[in-house]
């Protein structure tokens, strides 16, 4: 079957350096992408999501972009802190089945 | 506003017991989830709720069941607990239902089965 999937399992930055976070996606039916980030024993905490309609949108000091022709999903994270440290996950969504699928996650590990 | 907030935060049973975990939302929403989370796998989805009244299998829903209390609450329940249920917990919620927003997590059960 179609899955999300991640290029990473950890990333090492540091402190003040821009981190990029990759995911592929082989369902060329999901239309709405999210990313969360999710510290050491809590829940994943939403970051920023992104619809097929557009190719990037920015946060603060996030911006997620998205390239349809080639099903790839990236979360860039400018002047990574030591609070940026956690595991990163994207999921994508078809509207018509209304579940997200997620990927494994990559670990962010910001050194000083 | 709490968010979501799931009991309990921790667990252990013993092969062959029973529990349920508990989910409730603050935020008004239709829709809400439960997963688990393994190492290296990602979240899954057990089950889901699009709307007070309705529930719905997701992915992995063998040895659960669910109940949709009211809007607000969504609760898990393990008939005969066994070692493979051993796994994080996730309860979230979402608005509107059918997809296109974003789901608000819980901070999960941490279940350990003996």
């Known amino acids: 079957g179609e899955s999300v999937g991640l290029h990473l399992p950890t990333l090492s930055v540091q402190e003040g350096d821009n981190s990029i976070i990759n995911c592929a996606y082989s369902?060329?039916?999901?239309?709405?992408f999210i990313w969360y980030k999710q510290e050491s024993g809590k829940g994943p905490q939403f970051i920023i999501d992104?619809?097929?309609?557009?190719d990037k949108r920015q946060g603060q000091r996030v911006t997620v972009l998205l390239n349809k022709t080639v099903k790839h999903l990236s979360l860039q994270i400018a002047a990574t802190q030591p609070g940026d440290s956690a595991v990163y996950f994207c999921?994508?969504?078809?509207?018509?089945?209304?579940?997200?699928?997620f990927g494994a996650g990559t670990q962010v590990v910001v050194t000083p | 506003n709490a968010g979501v907030t799931q009991t309990p935060k921790f667990q252990v049973l013993k092969t062959g017991q029973s529990m349920t975990l508990q989910c409730a939302q603050d935020?008004?929403?239709?829709?809400m989830y439960w997963y688990r989370q393994d190492p290296g796998m990602g979240l899954r989805l057990i089950y889901y709720?699009?709307?007070?009244?309705?529930?719905d299998k997701g992915e992995v829903p063998n040895g659960y069941n669910v109940s949709r209390l009211n809007k607000r609450e969504f609760s898990l329940r393990l008939e005969s607990a066994a070692p493979s249920q051993t796994s994080v917990y996730f309860c979230?919620?979402?608005?509107?239902?059918?997809?296109?927003?974003?789901?608000?997590f819980g901070n999960g059960t941490r279940l350990t089965v003996t």
């Open positions: 979230a919620s979402s608005e509107p239902p059918g997809g296109g927003s974003p789901l608000h």
């Open positions: 369902n060329s039916a999901s239309d709405y």
């Open positions: 992104i619809r097929s309609n557009m």
């Open positions: 999921a994508e969504n078809m509207r018509s089945w209304g579940k997200l699928q």
């Open positions: 935020m008004n929403h239709n829709s």
């Open positions: 709720s699009a709307s007070e009244g309705t529930t």
